[in-house]
C-alpha cells in the first residue's frame, strides 16, 4: 500500500481531465527519496487524436497540477521538476517530515466536464478583468480570455468547422466511440471512458451514437453528417460566457505538460468561480495529427495553430454525472 502523504496526492491527482477519461499517466512513488515520477502511459491511448501522445502529456500536466496544488493547500513543500523526454512528464519531490492524510482542495474534488447548453450569460468588464488576472502566463505559454460576443462567434465557427473535420475523420469518430461505454448503464461513473449520460445527448442521439460504427467512411465526409457536428460545437460555443485558450507556438514535450498545468489552472479558478466548463479540443487535436502525419487538415488556420487548448466557461446546472476514476492507491 502506497503511504502518506503519496496516496492523498496521488487521489488527488488523478481526478485531472484527460481525453475521453483515458486516465494515460504513471505514477511511481519512491518513499526513500519522498518523490513522485510521473510518466505517460502509452497504452492508455494510442488513437489518432493523441498523435505522439501530445493530448497525454497536456493530461499528465493536469495531473502534476493537482499533486502541486494540493500540496500547497496542506502547507507541503513540493518542488516540481520537468521531465526531459516525451514520455518522462515530472519529477516531484516531496517534504520528508510529512506523513498524514491530506486535504484536496474543494475545486480539484469539484471540477468536471459538463456537456450540457449553458446559459449564454455575458459577463460584466469587471469579471472579464479579473479572469484575465486570475493566472498568470508562463514561460512563451500566454493564456487568452474571449468574451466579447463577436469574437465568440467567430470562434464558434471555427471550432465548429473544425469538430465537423475531426469528427469526419473515421479514424477519430471511432476512436471517441471506442472510449463511450455503451456496455454500462448511462448514469453510471464508469471507471474509465465516458458514461453516456456524460454526453447530454438527447434520447435520439443516444440511440443513434452506437450505429456511427457502422457509417461508411464515405457518408462521414458527406454534407449532412459534418453539418450534424458542426452545428453541435458552434452551439455549445455560443452559449458560453467565455472561452479560455491556451496559445504557444513552442513545441518542446515539456511544453505540453506546462500546458497541462496551465490548462488546469484556469479550469479550477472556474469551478472556484462558480462556472462549469467543458474542454473543445478540436483545433489542437487536428493541428497535432497533421503534423505527425496522422490526418490531412484544412480547416486548422495558420493563425490558429499556436492553439494547444481552449475551454468554454459558462453557467449551467451540474452535469448529469460525472466520469469516474481507476484505482491506483
Known amino acids: 500500500m502506497i503511504q502518506e502523504p503519496f496516496r492523498s496526492l496521488i487521489e488527488a491527482a488523478v481526478l485531472a481531465p484527460s481525453g475521453d477519461n483515458t486516465q494515460p499517466w504513471r505514477f511511481d512513488v519512491e518513499p526513500s527519496l519522498a518523490r513522485i515520477a510521473v510518466s505517460v502511459d502509452e497504452t492508455r491511448?494510442?488513437?489518432?487524436?493523441?498523435?505522439?501522445?501530445r493530448m497525454a502529456r497536456i493530461a499528465c500536466g493536469a495531473a502534476v497540477e493537482n499533486i502541486?496544488?494540493?500540496a500547497a493547500f496542506n502547507g507541503l513543500d513540493c518542488e516540481v521538476t520537468l521531465g526531459s523526454g516525451p514520455n518522462n512528464v515530472a519529477i516531484i519531490n516531496i517534504e520528508r517530515e510529512r506523513v498524514e492524510v491530506l486535504a484536496v482542495p474543494q475545486p480539484i474534488q469539484d471540477r468536471h466536464t459538463n456537456r450540457r447548453l449553458y446559459d449564454g450569460r455575458i459577463l460584466s468588464n469587471e469579471e472579464a478583468a479579473d479572469l484575465r488576472s486570475s493566472v498568470a502566463n508562463e514561460a512563451g505559454v500566454a493564456?487568452?480570455?474571449v468574451t466579447d460576443r463577436q469574437?465568440?462567434?467567430?470562434?464558434?465557427?471555427t471550432i465548429g468547422r473544425a469538430d465537423a473535420e475531426m469528427f469526419s475523420q473515421p479514424a477519430m469518430l471511432r476512436a471517441f466511440l471506442d472510449n463511450v461505454r455503451f456496455d454500462r448503464p448511462a448514469m453510471e461513473a464508469t471507471e474509465s471512458g465516458l458514461p453516456i449520460g456524460s454526453l447530454e445527448a438527447s434520447?435520439?442521439?443516444r440511440m443513434l451514437l452506437p450505429y456511427l460504427h457502422l457509417v461508411p467512411n464515405a457518408l462521414l465526409t458527406a454534407g449532412v453528417l459534418q453539418r450534424v457536428f458542426f452545428t453541435k460545437a458552434r452551439n455549445l460555443v455560443l452559449s458560453a460566457s467565455g472561452l479560455a485558450i491556451v496559445r504557444t507556438s513552442r513545441e518542446e514535450s515539456s511544453d505540453d505538460v506546462?500546458?497541462?498545468?496551465?490548462?488546469?489552472r484556469v479550469w479550477l479558478v472556474l469551478t472556484a468561480l462558480?462556472?462549469?466548463s467543458q474542454p473543445m479540443m478540436s483545433i489542437p487535436v487536428l493541428t497535432n495529427a497533421r503534423r505527425q502525419g496522422a490526418v490531412r487538415c484544412i480547416s486548422v488556420t495558420e493563425e490558429a495553430e499556436t492553439i494547444r487548448a481552449v475551454l468554454r466557461f459558462g453557467i449551467a446546472p451540474s452535469a448529469s454525472i460525472?466520469?469516474?476514476?481507476?484505482?491506483?492507491?
Open 203 to 205: 434520447l435520439g442521439d
Open 258 to 264: 506546462l500546458i497541462g498545468r496551465i490548462m488546469q
Open 143 to 145: 493564456i487568452e480570455w
Open 151 to 157: 469574437e465568440l462567434e467567430s470562434l464558434a465557427d
Open 274 to 276: 462558480g462556472f462549469q
Open 45 to 53: 491511448d494510442r488513437s489518432p487524436m493523441n498523435a505522439g501522445q
Open 68 to 70: 502541486a496544488q494540493t
Open 322 to 329: 460525472q466520469a469516474g476514476r481507476m484505482c491506483l492507491v
